[in-house]
């Protein structure tokens, strides 16, 4: 639930029969204030002092070249900075799921 998208339907509404109704309640609270507190939070753009505002006459090719170029740096330099984390977090789950019974996990019976 933290790593969904705030104002996510499917989430809230999992979230209104699942937790007590204060955690819900802040669960929706929380993403309204923070999107009416939006402009208060974001400051605003400056133009720049110059701009190079030519426009290269070099059709379209060059342009989606240059777009799929960066988008797949991008990409790689995401991969790379996340499935380290992943396999990371795979190993430590099951490690711990090998190492700490289920028994203590199980309420006992009085």
Known sequence: MISSPMLNVVVLTMVFPLFPPAIAALRLALPLVLLALGPWLTRQARPAAEVNR????????????????????????????????????????????????????RPTSP
């Open 54 to 105: 030519e426009i290269a006459q070099t059709g379209w090719l060059v342009p989606t070249g240059v777009t799929f170029k960066q988008y797949f740096k991008n990409l790689a330099q995401l991969a790379l900075t996340t499935i380290p984390f992943m396999i990371l977090a795979a190993m430590l789950g099951a490690r711990v799921a090998e190492v700490i019974p289920a028994q203590i996990f």
